[in-house]
């Protein structure tokens, strides 16, 4: 019986960060030039996306594991009329501590996005 309300409770410790509220402050660069930002609420486990009409597309999925926040993301560039995935990158941050993810190279396009998460 024991076993059975220690896992229970595990179980319910668990689901209570999944649905945590949470607001994600999101900046998106190209070649450092500021492109779009917003500031995103939603719970843990939620996907997010940020659009920088012809040029980015970000989706992140936020996770909150105590102070720590895993943020799975997946990055799609602006070519030929579409978007098309080129990037699937996973971070984990303390809350309210920024993430960035730059992709790129110097004399090309570099991709950069900032992202802090912190509990609403």
Do not use: W
Not at 54 to 69: A, H, I, K, R, W
Not at 72 to 82: I, P, Q
């Amino acid at each position: 019986m024991k076993k059975i309300l220690s896992v229970l409770s595990l179980v319910a410790a668990f689901s209570a960060f999944a649905n945590e509220p949470l607001e994600l402050n999101v900046s998106v660069y190209l070649n450092n030039e500021l492109v779009a930002a917003d500031v995103m609420q939603g719970k843990s486990g939620q996907l997010q996306s940020i659009t920088a009409k012809d040029v980015l597309m970000f989706d992140v999925t936020p996770s909150l594991n105590d102070e720590v926040v895993t943020l799975t993301s997946s990055l799609h560039k602006f070519e030929d009329g579409s978007f098309s995935k080129f990037a699937e990158p996973v971070l984990r941050v303390a809350l309210e501590k920024q993430a960035v993810i730059e992709i790129g190279t110097e004399g090309k396009n570099i991709y950069k996005v900032e992202v802090t998460a912190k509990k609403i």
